[in-house]
């Protein structure tokens, strides 16, 4: 069985940073793209960032774009987001994403991924 695991999560003040990680397993040979999304109350579920797995591009949502930070080990079948300047805006569960055919424009599209984990809270405040 394949699993994706988030992990990372906690609570911070807004300022600080955090680093969300997610052991991929097998997705990093059977996926063309991973990403993490998040969900806040009341609001629908995001994309934040994505990055193509063969090539390492990568794609942000304007709301995170200069702050966050999406990569990957291929080595140790990892994929990180890299929070900086965190604000309480960005209070949410993260979810990592991988999907099996990606397509351009779609990067940020929810339902372009097949496989998710659990989510890991993130929780900044003022």
């Known amino acids: 069985q394949v699993q994706l695991v988030e992990s990372g999560g906690g609570s911070v003040q807004a300022g600080g940073s955090l680093k969300l990680s997610c052991a991929a397993s097998?997705?990093?040979?059977?996926?063309?793209?991973l990403a993490w999304f998040r969900q806040a109350p009341g609001k629908e579920r995001e994309g934040v960032a994505a990055?193509?797995?063969?090539?390492?591009?990568?794609f942000y949502a304007d709301s995170v774009k200069g702050r966050f930070t999406i990569s990957q080990d291929k080595a140790k079948k990892m994929v990180y987001l890299q929070m900086d300047s965190l604000k309480p805006e960005d209070t949410a569960m993260y979810y990592c994403?991988?999907?099996?055919?990606?397509?351009?424009?779609?990067?940020?599209?929810?339902?372009?991924?097949?496989?998710w984990g659990q989510g890991t809270q993130v929780t900044v405040s003022s």
């Open positions: 097998t997705f990093m040979d059977t996926s063309n793209a």
């Open positions: 994403a991988a999907g099996r055919a990606v397509i351009v424009f779609r990067e940020l599209s929810d339902d372009e991924y097949g496989a």
């Open positions: 990055i193509y797995v063969g090539g390492g591009v990568t």
